[in-house]
């Protein structure tokens, strides 16, 4: 590529992106480029050009469950990004403590990647530390680990806007539902947003009934029962702040279930942006999930070294790359729609 980039008086990344078919590159210059490359009998091999740089061309993306809709959403389009720059995807899925153990045990993708993907991955201290022993760069998506580089939402101001609405409604009576896979291991968002609930509503001046937090383990009818359960108390919420819009949407249809109206005798009000949210006219705080896709794509390219194209960073711009953040907050959205409204005088 050195040999030409030099007869055709450009540089390596300009032959490097009109022979890949990259924009970027005038009509004339790659013509002059190619013409070079065949004379030399030059073709592009990634494999070669990865070992070159010492690159395995692959990132591991590691996920804790792939059915529900938030990590399936998060893993499409990461690699999606990935593979237009160029590189190619090894998806681990590491679903329950033991599964999450062994991979931090043998470190699976240890040498054979440029950099790990952790998709809000639950871990214990002790395998926290392990990731050390990669010895690749490790990006968080979905929450943080330690001074990692991450990109996430803020969960415990995601609660805050939750209960902030529900309470602007006149709601005093708020329950909290959420889920769990019968793990052990703490969720950095489930515990934020759980602490959010309870500190919102101190804040209103409301005292959080713990017998209004709600956990049900995870599956298709989880909302459904914890409805159920929440029925069965003498002084019954009025309203219900879901853990994400998936359990919103199975607490609305346990309340329909239950002969309850939505919003007029129970309001839900769910977390993601998921696109039943917007099926099932449910309110949601939406945290954005292709964006945070796309900024942690960003990160890992800036990692190693990789334009959004696939081109190596060329140095006369490496200082302007090195001054993008490598940890990101993004923003949340209230979505206000027809599944929370002020409580029935009737209720």
Same mark, same amino acid.
Request: hydrophobic residues 45%.
């Given at each position: 590529?050195?040999?030409?980039?030099?007869e055709?008086g450009?540089s390596?990344?300009t032959?490097?992106?009109?022979?890949?078919g990259?924009?970027?590159?005038?009509?004339?210059?790659?013509?002059?480029? +190619?013409?070079?490359?065949?004379?030399l009998?030059?073709?592009?091999?990634?494999?070669?050009?990865?070992?070159?740089?010492r690159?395995t061309?692959?990132?591991?993306?590691?996920?804790?469950?792939? /059915?529900?809709?938030?990590?399936?959403?998060?893993?499409g389009?990461?690699?999606?990004?990935?593979?237009? #720059?160029?590189?190619d995807?090894?998806?681990?899925?590491?679903?329950?403590?033991?599964?999450?153990?062994?991979?931090?045990?043998?470190?699976? /993708?240890?040498r054979?990647?440029?950099?790990?993907?952790?998709? /809000? @991955?639950?871990?214990?201290?002790?395998?926290?530390?392990?990731?050390?022993?990669?010895?690749?760069?490790?990006?968080?998506a979905?929450?943080?680990?330690?001074?990692?580089?991450?990109?996430?939402?803020?969960?415990?101001a995601?609660?805050?806007? #939750?209960v902030?609405?529900?309470v602007? @409604?006149?709601?005093?009576?708020?329950?909290?539902?959420?889920t769990?896979?019968?793990?052990?291991?703490?969720?950095?968002?489930?515990?934020? +947003?759980?602490?959010?609930w309870?500190?919102?509503? +101190?804040?209103?001046?409301? %005292?959080?009934? %713990?017998?209004?937090r709600?956990?049900?383990?995870?599956?298709?009818? /989880?909302?459904?029962?914890?409805?159920?359960r929440?029925?069965a @108390?003498?002084?019954?919420p009025?309203?219900v702040?879901?853990?994400?819009?998936?359990?919103?949407?199975?607490?609305?249809v346990?309340a329909r279930? #239950?002969?309850?109206?939505?919003?007029e005798?129970?309001?839900?009000?769910?977390?993601?942006?998921?696109?039943?949210?917007?099926?099932?006219?449910?309110?949601?705080?939406?945290?954005?999930?292709?964006?945070?896709?796309?900024?942690?794509?960003?990160?890992?390219?800036?990692?190693?070294? +990789?334009?959004?194209?696939?081109?190596?960073?060329?140095?006369?711009?490496?200082?302007?790359?090195?001054? %993008?953040?490598?940890?990101?907050? @993004?923003d949340?959205?209230?979505?206000?729609?027809?599944?929370?409204?002020?409580?029935?005088?009737?209720?």
């Open positions: 590529m050195a040999d030409v980039a030099r055709a450009v390596i990344a032959v490097s992106r009109a022979l890949r990259r924009p970027g590159v005038g009509e004339e210059t790659s013509r002059r480029i +190619r013409a070079v490359a065949e004379r009998a030059y073709v592009v091999s990634p494999e070669a050009s990865h070992l070159s740089r690159e061309g692959r990132v591991a993306v590691v996920v804790p469950q792939l /059915a529900p809709w938030f990590y399936a959403t998060m893993v389009e990461v690699v999606r990004l990935l593979r237009d #720059a160029g590189l995807t090894l998806l681990y899925e590491v679903d329950g403590p033991e599964e999450r153990g062994r991979f931090v045990e043998e470190l699976p /993708a240890r054979k990647v440029d950099a790990v993907v952790l998709l /809000a @991955l639950p871990l214990t201290p002790s395998q926290r530390d392990r990731l050390d022993l990669l010895g690749v760069r490790v990006v968080v979905g929450g943080r680990l330690r001074d990692l580089p991450h990109v996430e939402v803020d969960d415990l995601v609660a805050h806007t #939750a902030d609405h529900l602007g @409604l006149g709601h005093r009576d708020i329950a909290m539902v959420r769990s896979d019968t793990d052990e291991t703490p969720w950095e968002a489930d515990l934020l +947003r759980s602490r959010g309870s500190e919102r509503l +101190r804040h209103h001046g409301l %005292e959080p009934r %713990e017998e209004l709600v956990t049900v383990e995870i599956g298709p009818r /989880a909302g459904v029962e914890a409805v159920q929440l029925l @108390l003498p002084q019954r009025t309203a702040f879901a853990y994400s819009d998936e359990l919103a949407a199975g607490v609305v346990g279930e #239950a002969g309850l109206r939505v919003p005798d129970l309001s839900v009000i769910g977390v993601d942006g998921h696109p039943i949210a917007e099926l099932l006219d449910l309110t949601t705080v939406d945290q954005h999930v292709a964006e945070q896709a796309a900024r942690t794509v960003t990160t890992v390219l800036h990692l190693v070294g +990789r334009t959004a194209d696939g081109d190596p960073v060329d140095p006369a711009e490496q200082v302007g790359h090195a001054a %993008e953040p490598l940890s990101v907050v @993004l949340h959205t209230l979505v206000v729609r027809s599944s929370t409204a002020p409580p029935s005088s009737a209720g």
